[in-house]
């Protein structure tokens, strides 16, 4: 669930809400006793409450979403490889795609049908998770925009079952002194696999994954000598409700209770890396191509 009100909100608005209450109660005769003509008085008045509607408006709407948003997310359940709630809801199926980068942040919502969202299988399906510390990046993920009384509220997927495959498995990074091996192979929903590194002039060895359409990296080992890598981070089935407004990566990335990440499908990098401190770094990469995995939860 991305971006509900804050603990302590209902406690705030309440208090906004009695104030302009007390103000309205103590500026009301006032009112009357200073403007003679009563069509000045009421017209002040109704200047007042509008204002009041104003103040308020906005932190009502947070809240109003965020029940819903609640309400929503408390329902789902999953059971024999689907995810439901209880009622139809009218929706819309497609695909949110986000992307946030220095110059501003573009939403938008490509539907593939119309119908009403009771239950949908949890079955890996095309998506895309990039996203960087500065909370810049790319979402592409499957899911409902309802609409009726949950209006904007989304309820988005992803399934982390991937089939993978290698330019080549060995990257090899090696100087006179240095040498460096990053081996991978295919797991059962991803690839495995680990880094070595025997070094005397470099500082340091490290494996990356990247998209091939932007520069965000995601570290897959560190090493000194030994590192095992595994992929992908997020390993199992995961289900968001948020709104539209809120979606946003960095409420993602928060979320997924990550940093930096790199996952979905499509065409991506594996880089190994040797640092020097006094010379250029060196490098060795291969691309791979992962897709969703057939089958989904049993």
Do not use: C
């Amino acid at each position: 669930m991305i971006d509900a009100p804050r603990p302590g909100f209902m406690r705030s608005f309440r208090i906004t809400v009695a104030f302009l209450l007390l103000a309205f109660l103590a500026f009301l005769p006032v009112v009357f006793i200073a403007v003679p003509d009563p069509d000045v008085a009421y017209a002040i008045i109704a200047a007042y409450i509008f204002f009041a509607v104003l103040v308020i408006y906005a932190p009502l709407t947070t809240f109003l979403r965020g029940h819903s948003i609640r309400s929503i997310a408390s329902s789902i359940a999953v059971s024999g490889g689907y995810f439901y709630v209880p009622f139809p809801i009218p929706a819309e199926f497609g695909y949110v795609t986000v992307v946030r980068r220095a110059e501003g942040l573009h939403r938008s919502f490509s539907i593939q049908r119309s119908q009403d969202f009771s239950r949908h299988p949890l079955l890996p399906e095309a998506h895309l998770i990039v996203i960087d510390r500065h909370g810049n990046g790319k979402i592409m993920l499957p899911g409902y925009r309802l609409s009726g009384k949950y209006d904007g509220i989304l309820i988005l997927f992803f399934v982390p079952y991937y089939a993978v495959e290698f330019e080549k498995t060995r990257l090899t990074v090696q100087s006179i002194n240095d040498i460096a091996e990053v081996f991978l192979q295919p797991s059962d929903f991803g690839f495995n696999g680990y880094l070595r590194a025997s070094l005397s002039r470099g500082v340091g060895a490290d494996a990356y994954i990247s998209w091939k359409g932007s520069d965000v990296v995601q570290f897959l080992a560190v090493s000194g000598q030994v590192e095992t890598i595994h992929y992908p981070t997020i390993a199992e089935p995961t289900i968001i409700v948020t709104h539209e407004d809120y979606l946003r990566p960095e409420l993602l990335a928060n979320a997924l209770g990550v940093d930096v990440l790199v996952q979905g499908t499509g065409s991506f990098f594996v880089t190994l890396r040797v640092r020097f401190p006094m010379e250029e770094d060196l490098y060795d990469s291969t691309q791979i191509w992962i897709s969703s995995r057939a089958g989904g939860l049993s």
